[in-house]
């Protein structure tokens, strides 16, 4: 299993703001509750609100030979990616999709915030969208394109951030 325990500090800090007339002033620095990156996440909850309708199968329903695969990447890469159980395969076959719901909007945004600084730090993005307490998460990789390494791995760390912070329960 990889280390992905950031470099940084663990804690998060928060910036807030305020206005003054139509100006937005920088008001402090506070730090918040630390978020442990560093241990194994247990087993995330299935959410599949990328279409709740019509569930998409979980990779592991999927034959391994239809997944698109970016070129030169480790072995295990195929092992790596059924462990993500929460995660979906999305319809390019090339991309992994996982709803997040947080209880609350600040949690999903302290997540964004987490997975931003790690994104920052690995040089892959995602592409994701919000809701109130929703995140929605697609991971690929464009160059060289399909499926690598670096998705899953950051994949994993999404799980594990926000088995940190905690999921709404059902
Ligand atoms: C130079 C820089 O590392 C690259 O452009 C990165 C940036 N972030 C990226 N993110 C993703 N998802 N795929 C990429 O191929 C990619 N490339």
Redesign the pocket.
């Known amino acids: 299993m990889a280390c992905l325990v950031p470099s940084y500090s663990p804690l998060v800090s928060f910036k807030s703001w305020t206005k003054a007339g139509n100006t937005l002033l920088r008001q402090s620095t506070r730090r918040v509750l630390p978020i442990n990156l560093s241990a194994p996440s247990s087993q995330s909850r299935t959410l599949s609100l990328f279409d709740p309708s019509s569930p998409r199968p979980s990779i592991s329903a999927h034959n391994p030979s239809e997944i698109r695969f970016s070129a030169g990447q480790p072995e295990d890469l195929p092992t790596r990616l059924l462990e993500l159980s929460a995660w979906e395969l999305g319809p390019s076959k090339s991309a992994i999709t996982r709803q997040f719901t947080f209880r609350t909007f600040n949690d999903a945004w302290r997540f964004m915030s987490v997975v931003a600084d790690e994104c920052k730090a690995k ?4 592409s994701w969208s919000n809701l109130y307490n929703q995140v929605s998460i697609e ?5 060289p394109q399909g499926l690598s390494i670096k998705d899953v791995d950051m994949a994993a760390f999404c799980d594990r951030a926000a088995d940190e912070i905690g999921l709404k329960m059902p």
């Open positions: 040089r892959h993005h995602p991971w690929t990789t464009h160059k």
